[in-house]
């Protein structure tokens, strides 16, 4: 049966941490962002605009929304 140390153990591990994660990600991200292959319909872009409208409004009533000027504002997010 093998004998090891667990603080070697432990150090080795976070030693290679690093270099997994890395790999890992590559492995399961790809070469980046996935595009879309066919154009929205109608009813899927009119259902996306109300969405963005309803969040847009829920910003302001919260008082998320702040107007710098005419034409800069922020948007602060939780």
């Known amino acids: 049966m093998r004998e090891f140390n667990i603080d070697d153990f432990f150090?080795?591990?976070?030693?290679?941490q690093q270099e997994v994660n890395e790999r890992v990600y590559k492995l399961f991200r790809g070469n980046g962002r996935k595009t879309r292959v066919r154009p929205r319909d109608e009813d899927e872009q009119?259902?996306?605009d109300i969405i963005c409208r309803e969040k847009w409004m829920r910003a302001?009533?919260?008082?998320?929304?702040r107007y710098i000027n005419d034409r800069e504002m922020?948007?602060?997010v939780d």
């Open 11 to 16: 150090k080795e591990i976070d030693e290679k």
């Open 46 to 48: 009119r259902c996306l």
């Open 60 to 65: 302001v009533e919260e008082g998320k929304i």
């Open 74 to 76: 922020d948007y602060f």
